[in-house]
């Protein structure tokens, strides 16, 4: 089976704006995680998504959202964005309430 | 409160010597653990899993639930161990497809 994929891999974009960003999960998988990596406070977890309904959210502000659609894909959107967005957003695909599945991630880098 | 704690950032050892990464992990109720790796301009991947009790790469974890760890071991250590590991445990009930990392820790072998 295919692995979890991002895209696009690397952004750049600059206070203010919006970004979107894509995962595809492993064929079968309905849970999709999104995480965010940085150097200082490490994976932290942003929101859950099973079956078109986000199941659990961490400590983000409101600009950080997402979706699911009918195929598992998933989207999230960042609004207005900070230099503190800089970071790797991973995503994660499960079969279930169990192991996770790591995509690439997406590098976004705000000036 | 659920938390993973690895006390050590970097761990330098040589080649063939053990190794043992801590983990220590606060959550009441029975804990579901994991184990990932992160080579260098890789994505992160799944290493060990508690309940599977398997051994990959040589790398081995016993959940110790009276001193609420789960170390990571290897009798000899390989230079192409080299990486950036992470434990991580999954959220419980109400806490859905949350897994909760530690900060990590770079292995680094020497030659």
């Known amino acids: 089976k295919a692995g979890v994929t991002q895209t696009p891999r690397y952004l750049i974009k600059t206070r203010g704006q919006q970004v979107t960003l894509s995962c595809s999960p492993i064929?079968?998988?309905?849970?999709v995680s999104w995480y965010q990596q940085t150097p200082g406070q490490g994976l932290q977890f942003l929101f859950e998504?099973?079956?078109?309904?986000?199941?659990n959210k961490g400590n983000f502000p409101g600009r950080f959202s997402g979706r699911q659609f009918s195929n598992s894909r998933s989207e999230m959107n960042v609004s207005t964005l900070e230099l503190g967005d800089s970071a790797l957003y991973l995503c994660?695909?499960?079969?279930?309430?169990?192991?996770?599945?790591f995509g690439p991630g997406t590098r976004l880098t705000v000036l | 409160a659920q938390r993973v704690t690895q006390p050590e950032k970097l761990l330098s050892v040589f080649k063939g010597a053990p190794v043992e990464l801590k983990c220590n992990y606060s959550?009441?109720?029975?804990?579901?653990l994991f184990w990932y790796v992160q080579y260098s301009r890789q994505r992160l991947q799944l290493l060990l899993r508690?309940?599977s009790r398997e051994s990959i790469k040589g790398f081995t974890a016993d959940l110790n639930k009276g001193e609420t760890s789960f170390h990571l071991k290897k009798p000899f250590a390989q230079e192409e161990d080299s990486a950036m590991y992470y434990c991580?445990?999954?959220?419980?009930?109400?806490?859905?497809?949350?897994?909760?990392f530690g900060q990590g820790t770079t292995l680094q072998v020497k030659p």
């Open positions: 959550y009441s109720g029975s804990p579901e």
């Open positions: 508690h309940i």
């Open positions: 064929s079968g998988h309905r849970s």
């Open positions: 991580a445990l999954l959220g419980g009930p109400g806490n859905t497809g949350k897994l909760i």
């Open positions: 994660a695909s499960s079969p279930g309430l169990t192991v996770q599945y």
């Open positions: 998504y099973f079956s078109e309904t986000q199941r």
